[in-house]
């Protein structure tokens, strides 16, 4: 019962949205640009673009936040890049803030896909970083399999979605069982660009053991290590300040 219960539940155990109101204008200390997307009668993307002026701008990080509420909670993370003159755009997954309609791997996949197509026709590949935290490590991983970017980098990424559910349910068999595959170390790959990973060692949501995994099968792979990081609390470390503004240098 236990595991029809995990089967069909599995939804919101991985997703935690926070709605906002059609008409909700969002309010930051960033300049910003608020981009509402019709994609079809069933979906509006909701995306916001944190600028910085065109004359010093370095390039756009792609960013894709974790599973829980919307835009909102991830804008604290913004200065990071744009104080290295990076913009940065973010977008909401379906059902997350303003965005809606049906959400599937498969729409993720293809939401993050749209977000890469506005930012190439802005600016070149080698001058777009994709940006991965949380949940959002898969999505990005897969984006960059298949488009080019300068770098990726994963905050607190998990090998694949079902090597976390083993973690959390080993006593089922969770490959049948799971809807949301996410297969970061697949994706590994077929990236070309460097990829960067950063994680704590006290992570109790993504233990850090999957993110040495990656490091140790793929030569790629820079993996920085925050000795007692969290899972939400890498930004208040130094370590992590330090080597992500290096990362993000010329």
């Given amino acids: 019962m236990l595991g029809t219960a995990l089967y069909f539940l599995q939804d919101k155990f991985i997703f935690h949205p926070k709605k906002l109101p059609a008409d909700y204008q969002y309010h930051f200390d960033i300049p910003f640009r608020q981009i509402d997307l019709p994609v079809n009668r069933e979906k509006n993307l909701s995306i916001v673009q944190f600028t910085v002026p065109d004359s010093i701008r370095r390039g756009i990080v792609l960013y894709f936040h974790g599973n ?13 890049f744009t104080d290295q003159q990076y913009e940065v755009w ?26 890469y197509k506005m930012a190439i026709g802005k600016t070149a590949a080698d001058s777009i970083i994709i940006y991965g935290k949380s949940l959002g490590t898969g999505i990005a991983s897969q984006l960059a399999s298949v488009r080019d970017c300068k770098k990726l980098i994963l905050e607190t990424p998990y090998y694949s ?12 068999p969770v490959v049948p069982m799971s809807k949301y595959k996410f297969p970061t170390n ?14 704590g060692t006290k992570d109790r949501v993504i233990p850090y053991r999957q993110a040495r995994r990656l490091a ?3 030569s790629s792979v820079t ?3 925050i000795p007692k990081g969290g899972h939400n609390n890498l930004n208040s470390f130094p370590l992590f300040k330090k080597e992500l503004t290096f990362l993000l240098q010329p």
Avoid at 72 to 80: D, E, F, G, P, Q
Avoid at 186 to 199: A, D, T, V
């Fill in 68 to 80: 829980r509420e919307n835009i909102n909670r991830y804008a604290k993370y913004v200065k990071n």
């Fill in 90 to 115: 973010m977008l909401d997954y379906p059902g997350y803030g303003k965005s809606t309609g049906p959400r599937t791997e498969k729409i993720l996949y293809e939401d993050a896909m749209l977000l």
């Fill in 161 to 172: 979605m079902t090597a976390l559910a083993r973690h959390y349910f080993f006593i089922y």
């Fill in 186 to 199: 697949e994706y590994f790959n077929y990236i070309k660009s460097p990829i960067y990973i950063f994680h």
């Fill in 216 to 218: 140790a099968q793929f």
């Fill in 223 to 225: 993996l920085y290590t």
